[in-house]
């Protein structure tokens, strides 16, 4: 009994490690512009996103989240969430990404609408995951990563798709939505980081 509880133990821990991978893609373009470049614009965009398999918009999960919330906590909490969920979107999550790319990237990433480039990050797809105590499963966040000329945009000089990053910590279930979803975007950062760090 004792070794059946060690081993179901020991694949609980390693669940997080095997359960999902991250997919990154280089859709079009190459990496020759950014050779000479120090510091690299970054804005996020979350128009048109899309949340869990059915695929409903920012507007439905909201008021999913919003319903579910109240129902169980009361008003005064989903209000906390709701303003923590638009604290995220403007602030963590791209605070997440940049402090990971810039672990990895020979180059810096910042909101510096003065450099030469930019790069968008799109998001296309989440799913917020959940946590339930000892048992869990990670958020997974969708992007598009697209580099323009700040001051001409409307042509995409490389454009990488970042697939299913995986939100959370190693070994540890992370109760709060959004800081799953924060995560996805620090993998998001990490993988990018790495990917330049092997082209450039």
Do not use: C
């Not at 059946?4 to 990496?31: C, D, E």
């Not at 030469?116 to 296309?124: C, G, P």
């Not at 969708?142 to 190693?170: C, H, M, W, Y």
Request: net charge positive.
């Amino acid at each position: 009994m004792k070794h059946l509880y060690n081993l179901t133990f020991t694949l609980l821990l390693l669940a997080p490690l095997t359960t999902f991978s991250q997919k990154m893609k280089i859709v079009s373009g190459n990496f020759d512009f950014l050779k000479d470049q120090r510091e690299i614009n970054v804005e996020f965009d979350y128009r048109g996103m899309r949340f869990y398999n059915e695929n409903i918009s920012e507007n439905e999960y909201i008021k999913r989240r919003e319903n579910d919330i109240t129902q169980n906590k009361g008003k005064a909490e989903a209000q906390r969430w709701l303003d923590d969920w638009q604290d995220s979107k403007d602030r963590v999550f791209i605070n997440k990404f940049l402090s990971l790319v810039n672990e990895r990237a020979p180059l810096q990433f910042d909101k510096n609408p003065n450099a030469k480039y930019t790069l968008i990050v799109q998001t296309e797809w989440i799913y917020p995951g959940w946590f339930g105590g000892v048992m869990a499963q990670k958020a997974k966040v969708s992007t598009q990563l697209r580099f323009v000329e700040t001051a001409k945009r409307s042509k995409s000089l490389l454009t990488i798709s970042s697939d299913k990053a995986p939100g959370n910590i190693a070994f540890v279930g992370v109760p709060n939505n959004n800081d799953r979803m924060a995560e996805g975007y620090a993998k998001t950062g990490k993988s990018l980081g790495a990917l330049l760090q092997k082209k450039l």
